[in-house]
Structures are given as structure tokens and as C-alpha cells.
């Protein structure tokens, strides 16, 4: 389980993904603050991380950073306007938590054929476990 560096680090990447076309939707907000929620996160604290972003923690466990990676993806996909600099950043994100990078462009290049591009979880491990072991 995540302590609080860690939940404020996971924040801290989403909104900056987020921030990728420097404004953040509506829909983004709230599925960021939804993340929030589950992580225990109040509003106040999550809203803080936008002009103060928490240090960066690395996840120890391969399952977390798979988890991380998947919500990045969920983020990515909820905007109409998926773009090239956008995939780019969610591979870079994925290479920086250690994921493999076959992995990341397996992932990356399958999620258009799946409903809504949203990758399904057991999917998306067996893909990663493939590349782990």
C-alpha cells in the first residue's frame, strides 16, 4: 500500500500529465480528484499539489507502477484530443517507473482497439507480466 509521499508523488505525476496542453477539463479535475479520494487525498491537499508538486517517489513494486501506468491511461483517454506529445509523455512516464519499453509500446499500440481506447486491466498485466518474467 502507498504511504502519503507516495499517494502526493502519484497526484503530482497525474497532474502534470494532465497538464500537458497547460490547461486542465473539467472531466480531468474530477477524475484527478476521484484519485484523490480513493487515495485518501482531501481536496485541499490535492488542489495544492497543482502549484506545488510533491517530490517524486519511486514505486518499489512492480504492481503498483503497472496500476500508475493504467491510470495514466485512463487520464490520457478521457480527452477527445489524444495527441503524439501525449503518448510520447505517457511512454516517458512508463520508461521513468521502470516499465518495460516493449511493454509500454504494446500497451500504447493496443489500446485503439479496444471500446473508448481504455486498455482492460487483466489486459494490461498480462502484457506486463510477459515483459517481466
Do not use: C, W
Not at 43 to 61: G, I, R
Not at 78 to 95: M, T
Amino acid at each position: 500500500m502507498y504511504n502519503r509521499l507516495e499517494k502526493l508523488s502519484l497526484l503530482s505525476e497525474m497532474i502534470a500529465f494532465a497538464q500537458t496542453d497547460s490547461n486542465i477539463k473539467a472531466i480531468e479535475y474530477n477524475f484527478l480528484l476521484s484519485i484523490a479520494k480513493q487515495l485518501d487525498i482531501s481536496e485541499e491537499d490535492f488542489n495544492y499539489l497543482f502549484e506545488n508538486p510533491a517530490t517524486h517517489v519511486h514505486l518499489k513494486s512492480h504492481s503498483e507502477r503497472i496500476v500508475q501506468f493504467h491510470r495514466l491511461i485512463l487520464l490520457m483517454n478521457i480527452g477527445d484530443d489524444k495527441s503524439a506529445k501525449q503518448l510520447q509523455k505517457i511512454h516517458n512516464f512508463g520508461l521513468r517507473m521502470g516499465l518495460g519499453h516493449e511493454a509500454i509500446n504494446r500497451v500504447l499500440d493496443l489500446m485503439e482497439s479496444f471500446p473508448d481506447n481504455i486498455v482492460p486491466p487483466d489486459f494490461l498485466i498480462d502484457i506486463f507480466k510477459v515483459q517481466y518474467n
